[in-house]
């Protein structure tokens, strides 16, 4: 009897955590300074080492051991799964970045998950190809107006670890890398053939990584906040997720 009683009382509070899990709806906009003079206002890194944890989550990508590092109570259909772009809510914002001469949206993504402290809440990862920018002729006197700016059509490497965790307060970690995508050269018979070429040669001795690091910084929900960079500014705003009343919470077993 006492442990059919222990049975019920654990199924019943792993009822309750499951009910009392909080849910959020985290959409990010990443942006790009198309200025040459903000890209080169540093020093970039030549190398950086994006340290990926073991336990992360490929941005629309399905993870194995989801149901293995996430708590009993959480709800896996609500766990770091893309949303719809329908479900965007900065689109607005995007599409007035859109009309600027200056400035470019370069990634914009939204997910769903759970709220979990530092221990347990997932990073999330991802890596695209981006497309050339248009070049931005820069004002100065010693500008020709005879000349037309070269378009540069190397497209670049975004790469990014996100986290939202949740204790008292909400909080959002990033790290970015952006660099200029260079040939292969382990693909070709004679790689020196590839270096021998002066517009390779010129690119590698630019190719600093822009880098953004933020480390934890706390967020209020539902509220626009914006990381300032001199060249990858980030939108984000993470929004409370109300279930459907009557929805049944699918926790995995």
Do not use: C
Not at 37 to 58: D, G, H, R
Not at 68 to 84: C, I, M
Not at 125 to 132: L, N, T
Not at 139 to 168: F, H, K
């Amino acid at each position: 009897m006492k442990v059919l009683i222990s049975i019920l009382f654990l199924s019943l509070a792993n009822i309750s955590f499951a009910e009392d899990m909080r849910y959020y709806d985290v959409e990010i906009v990443i942006i790009e300074n198309l200025s040459e003079t903000a890209k080169k206002s540093e020093n970039w890194p030549l190398q950086v080492n994006m340290v990926q944890p073991e336990k992360i989550v490929p941005l629309g990508q399905p993870v194995a051991k989801l149901n293995e590092w996430l708590p009993p109570e959480v709800d896996l259909k609500s766990s770091y799964k893309l949303l719809n772009p329908s479900a965007y809510q900065l689109t607005d914002k995007v599409e007035k970045i859109s009309e600027s001469k200056t400035q470019r949206v370069i990634f914009h993504t939204a997910w769903r998950q759970p709220g979990l402290d530092k221990h347990q809440a997932l990073p999330v990862y991802f890596k695209r190809e981006i497309p050339a920018a248009p070049v931005i002729a820069e004002e100065s006197s010693q500008l020709n107006l005879e000349e037309t700016p070269q378009t540069d059509t190397t497209p670049s490497i975004l790469e990014g670890i996100l986290r939202v965790t949740l204790a008292r307060y909400l909080h959002f970690e990033a790290e970015l890398s952006y660099q200029d995508k260079l040939p292969e050269v382990l693909n070709n018979d004679n790689p020196f053939e590839i270096l021998d070429s002066e517009n390779v040669r010129n690119k590698a001795r630019k190719q600093g990584i822009i880098h953004l690091k933020q480390d934890r910084r706390r967020m209020r929900s539902s509220e626009l906040h914006y990381l300032d960079h001199p060249v990858l500014g980030i939108l984000i705003q993470i929004t409370p997720y109300e279930k459907p009343e009557g929805s049944v919470n699918s926790a995995k077993k």
